[in-house]
């Protein structure tokens, strides 16, 4: 059974840089998706980044350019880079992980944006 435990969340001024990690007690290489979800206050939640089965990467229009989705097979972990950040990016941000008809979730993570 995969457990997935995120760290690297905090607080970061606007610009600034963090990076998300993921990391998963259970082999997640047969994943059928890695993706990262956020929550704003108020807000449904919502796909941030993910990544298929296939090795190709998604992501939302409000990061692409500035959000970067990646694996570590070795460490099994996922990470999620996020650079220019933006005081629309605070939310609470959380793994999520699809595998052989399971659904798996990270407890969240909060990132918080300051002027």
């Known amino acids: 059974q995969v457990q997935l435990v995120e760290s690297g969340g905090g607080l970061v001024q606007a610009g600034g840089s963090l990076r998300l990690s993921c990391a998963a007690s259970?082999?997640?290489?047969?994943?059928?998706?890695l993706a990262w979800y956020r929550q704003a206050p108020g807000t449904q939640r919502e796909l941030v980044a993910a990544m298929v089965s296939g090795g190709n990467s998604n992501y939302a229009d409000s990061v692409k350019g500035r959000f970067t989705i990646s694996r570590d097979y070795a460490k099994n972990t996922v990470y999620l880079q996020m650079n220019s950040l933006k005081s629309e990016d605070t939310a609470v941000y959380y793994c999520f992980a699809s595998q052989l008809g399971y659904t798996y979730w990270g407890q969240g993570t909060q990132v918080t944006v300051s002027a």
């Open positions: 259970g082999n997640i290489f047969r994943a059928n998706i």
